[in-house]
Every structure is written in structure tokens, then in C-alpha cells.
């Protein structure tokens, strides 16, 4: 790969879509045409450890011969395994058993530093580790741990300084790393840069005292990652800053799979080409992109071909004209229909800028917000301007023709068609059942309840029925049981509500609680999490 010695893929398998190894092998395959090298499983706990029987229980996670399936193929395409792990934070979901609650947890989802229990558990993980991939590289995490020796350790111990426990636990693992014959390891460096005080990804060029250099382990490799910066200045100073802390450092993009049902490719391009040059400038010669899968693995990972075949033709200095020619004859697809996979967000239309208000906090989630928000409750709806749902019908027409002319993915496209269905229906549902009620309108409200509601439940459950098929094709069956019980629920509260509506249109009840209490204006424009979506009670 011109101008990058290792160029990767992080593939998400810990937000309840865990892949299954079929459909492992096509992604590795056309990733590997592209020029990609390096590919990462980002398993928290999902995949098999000696010794543990709770690790990934239930979970769907890898066995060991799997493991070693998909390490085998990948080697044969010419890309190199590395095993993505969490040996600090991110590990909530072991929290669930007796045997780990209340053994390995300092607070939040952040193991307890110096318990014994907590040093078993990653040494039978590099134990297993050792068996089952080839790569001598290690990706362990560390991200994201804040709150570090605030929990159990310092009622324990007492107060300590975060950084001294950071670098003793550091140290701890990758000398248990390297007893397993891992001959480096990559970390994510976020915290030497929160724990300071101070931000992470900062446009100012970072010092660190040798009492904190000295200790980085030899072989431990950085990785600062960034998602999100539109400043060249920031990927400078914090490619910059990295160096000072290890001379190997990996910059970690994102191709935006993460928290909606839609991909965000035009997102994910715009802010990785200006990476990849920043990269290429203070030379950072290793990189890789990450398809997480936050609040339950909705996006298919396949979506975001296209985000990645831009950044390898960047990398590659290719042409454009050149990189959809090659994405066509890798995957058999015209890139720019491709490219429509990230439409049912795109309520504003296809051409609103990535800049624009309507993508606050680096990109919107109006589809899955929406096709969440209560119809009574309406809180998602408080702050919409759309008033025109039309533009997804034709979205819809487009994607479902895309399918009929797709040989290999044709389940992306009529998934995000039948959303993009369901959403032309629902999208303005709460603001009409809002004005109608509001107005008196007893005889439209009926007319809404036999109409628009009806038809909304079916096309949701047209919609269920699309992304499971799309999901049974691509993952595991694990997992799928969150999304029975949303999208279930989805179709049951939809139901509930014209109940009500069509009891309140006859005279059954006299008022509906909801929609007699006013919606406050809500200034979070981007939300993830399906819980605050559908309510503002306990989930």
C-alpha cells in the first residue's frame, strides 16, 4: 500500500452483531482487493477462553476453531489477523456474572487494578490468544477508562495518582503479552492525554514528564483515534504528541457504522481524506479504520465499502474514476448506488452538506430517532423542521431498484429500502397526531388511526422482516433477540396508540394523558441509544 506500511480494518463483534465466519470471509476478501493488510476483530468478550466458562457466555461468541478459520483465510487473502481486545475498560458486559461482578471491577465497566482475579482472567486470554492467531500484534484497548482507581480500588487503597495505576497496569499486561510471545502491542492513548488533566484530541502539541515516557513498555505501540476533527491542526499536534509517547504510532479512523440502522460513507469519506493526508505529512504510516457497533450492531458492516475504498484510493493516490472502477470490480456494484445506503437519514435531502446544521455533533440518526419516537411521547419529533416526508418514498424506489439489480447485496439495499418505507409514514406521525388532537379533530384523528397507523405497522413489520433477513445473512444469530424485543415493541406501541386514538375518537376516553403535556424543546440533535429514543422512563 503506497504510503502506508499497515493498512487495516476494525470490525465490530462486541455490540451484539457478532459476524458470522461466512460472511467474515466475503468482507476480508473485497477489503483485501481494495489493498487492505490488516484486519482487527474488536472482541470484548466475544470469543472462547480457556478457563472461562462466563467469557462470552451466551453471547455468541468465536470458539477457538473459528478463530483460527477466519485467521487462516485471512492470511491467504494477505491480511494479517490481529487480535483486538480490552484489558482495562469496555468490559461491562462480564458484569452480568457472579463470577466476574465482584472480583474484577473497580467502576463502571473498568477492571480493578492489582486484584489478583483480574491478572488470572487476562493471562488465561493471552493463553488462548496464543493458539489461535498468527499475528505477533495485539491491539489491548485501554481506551475510554476515566474513571480509573475511583471505584473499589480506592476503597480498598485509597486515593492513588491515575497515572502511576494506568502505567503499573500497562506494564502488567504487556509483560504478560510478551510471555505469550506477542511482540508488540498497540494501545489506544486517549487516557495519556485525559488523565493529564485535560481533553483528548487537542489542537495543542502535548508534553509528557519521562516519569510517564520512561515506563511506556518497549514494543507498546500508539493509537490515537479521531472520528471527527475537521482541523488539520489537531491531527498534526495530536500525530505529534503521539510520537513523544511511542515512536510507532497507528492514526485510527472511523467508517461510520455505529448507533443507526444507516451507514454514513459521505460522513465517513469527507473525514478521512483529510486524516489520511495529515497522516501522510508527519508520516504516520500505519492506520486503520473502525466499524463499531454501538447499541446493537444495526449497520451492517458491508455498507461502509465504499467509505473504505476512498480511503485506500486515497492512500493509494488513485484517481477517483480509477477507485469506482476498482470498487465495481471488486464488488459487482456501482459505487455511487452504493453510496445510497446512507439516504434514510438524509430527510433534508441527498445533498445537504456533512457541515450543516442537520448534522450536528458529526452526523445525524434520523432514521433510527424517528422510527423510535413515541407517537404520543413525540420528544424526538420536539426540534424537527421537516415537514415533507415525500423524499423518502423516492429514496425507497431508488434502493429497491438497486436490489433488483444487485447480485451480491441486494439485502443492504431493500433493508434500507423498507426503512426508508416505514419512515415516510412515521416520520411526521407524533407532530400529526399532535396538531390533530390538539385541534379537536376527533373525525382525522380516527381517520389517522385507520390510516397512517395502520399502514405504519405494517410497513414496520415489512421492515423487521428485511433486516432480519439481512442480519441472519451476515452475523450470528445471537443478538438478534434486542432487536425482536425493539422492533416488536415498536409495532405493539404503534398499535397501543391507535387503540387509544380510536377510543378517544368514539368517546370511550375523554383526553390522552401524552398529548395533553406540551413537548419542551430538546437540544440533542445526535442520540444513539434506542432507550432514550423511546421514552423518558427506565429501560
Known amino acids: 500500500m503506497r504510503n502506508f506500511d499497515k493498512f487495516g480494518v476494525m470490525i465490530d463483534c ?5 459476524p458470522n465466519v461466512a460472511g467474515l470471509k466475503r468482507f476480508l476478501a473485497a477489503i483485501a482487493k481494495m489493498g487492505y493488510n490488516v484486519a482487527m476483530l474488536y472482541t470484548e468478550d466475544t470469543y472462547e477462553v480457556e ?3 462466563y467469557f462470552g457466555y451466551k453471547r455468541g461468541r468465536y470458539s477457538m476453531a473459528e478463530l483460527r478459520e477466519i485467521d487462516d483465510f485471512a492470511a491467504s487473502v494477505g491480511i494479517e489477523l490481529v487480535p483486538f481486545i ?19 471491577f473497580d467502576i463502571d465497566d473498568i477492571m480493578l487494578v492489582d486484584e489478583p482475579r483480574t491478572y488470572e482472567l487476562i493471562e488465561n486470554i493471552f493463553s488462548t490468544l496464543e493458539k489461535t492467531f498468527r499475528s505477533r500484534l495485539v491491539h489491548i484497548g ?5 474513571n480509573i482507581g475511583l471505584g473499589k480500588y480506592k476503597d480498598i487503597h485509597g486515593y492513588e495518582e491515575r497515572y502511576s495505576l494506568l502505567m503499573r497496569h500497562l506494564g502488567k499486561v504487556c509483560e504478560i503479552a510478551r510471555a505469550h510471545g506477542f511482540e508488540s502491542t498497540m494501545m489506544a492513548n486517549d487516557l495519556f492525554f485525559s488523565l493529564a488533566p485535560g481533553v483528548f484530541c487537542t489542537d495543542e502539541i502535548r508534553d509528557f514528564p519521562p516519569e510517564i515516557t520512561e515506563k511506556v513498555p518497549h514494543g507498546c505501540e500508539m493509537v490515537y483515534w479521531d472520528y471527527f476533527a475537521t482541523d488539520p491542526a489537531r491531527y498534526d499536534a495530536m500525530m505529534i504528541s503521539s510520537k513523544k509517547l511511542s515512536p510507532e504510532v497507528w492514526f485510527s479512523g472511523g467508517a461510520w457504522t455505529w448507533g443507526t440502522f444507516a451507514p454514513h460513507n459521505r460522513y465517513s469519506i469527507k473525514r478521512n481524506a483529510l486524516a489520511l493526508s495529515r497522516c501522510i505529512k508527519n508520516g504516520v504510516h500505519k492506520a486503520f479504520f473502525t466499524l463499531w457497533g454501538d447499541n446493537g450492531g444495526e449497520c451492517a458492516y458491508g455498507a461502509v ?31 455511487d448506488d452504493f453510496m445510497d445506503l446512507d439516504l434514510p437519514n438524509y430527510i433534508f435531502g441527498e445533498n445537504v452538506p456533512v457541515e450543516s446544521p442537520y448534522f450536528q455533533h458529526s452526523a445525524c440518526n434520523y432514521a433510527k430517532t424517528h422510527l423510535y419516537d413515541d407517537p404520543f411521547l413525540g420528544t424526538m419529533s420536539a426540534n424537527l423542521q421537516a415537514d415533507d416526508a415525500s423524499l423518502l418514498a423516492e429514496y425507497a424506489a431508488r434502493l429497491y431498484a438497486h436490489a433488483e439489480n444487485s447480485e451480491n447485496y441486494a439485502h443492504l439495499y431493500r433493508t434500507m429500502a423498507c426503512l426508508c ?25 380516527r381517520a389517522l388511526a385507520e390510516g397512517d397507523y395502520a399502514e405504519c405497522i405494517r410497513r414496520a413489520d415489512v421492515f423487521y422482516e428485511a433486516f432480519r433477513a439481512q442480519w ?27 387503540e387509544r386514538l380510536l377510543a378517544y375518537a368514539s368517546g370511550e376516553t375523554t383526553k390522552i394523558a401524552e398529548l395533553e403535556e406540551p413537548i419542551l424543546p430538546m437540544d440533542d440533535t445526535y442520540i444513539t441509544s434506542w432507550a432514550e429514543m423511546i421514552s423518558a422512563n427506565w429501560t
Request: positive net charge; aromatic residues 6%.
Open 305 to 335: 465499502l465504499p467509505a473504505l475504498m476512498h480511503a485506500a484510493a486515497v492512500a493509494q493516490d488513485m484517481p477517483e474514476a480509477e477507485m469506482k472502477a476498482r470498487f465495481h470490480e471488486i464488488t459487482g456494484e456501482n459505487f
Open 472 to 498: 441472519y445473512s451476515i452475523n450470528k444469530t445471537y443478538g438478534f433477540e434486542i432487536h425482536d424485543a425493539r422492533l416488536g415493541g415498536l409495532s405493539r406501541r404503534l398499535a397501543s396508540c391507535r
Open 86 to 104: 480490552q484489558t482495562l475498560a469496555h468490559v461491562g458486559s462480564l458484569k452480568r456474572w457472579r463470577e466476574y461482578r465482584h472480583k474484577i
Open 142 to 146: 485501554m481506551d475510554e477508562a476515566h
Open 51 to 53: 478457563n472461562e466458562p
Open 14 to 18: 462486541s455490540r451484539d452483531a457478532v
Open 421 to 445: 418505507d416505514v419512515m415516510e409514514k412515521k416520520l411526521l406521525l407524533a407532530k400529526k397526531t399532535r396538531a390533530l388532537y390538539a385541534a379537536g379533530d376527533k373525525a382525522a384523528l
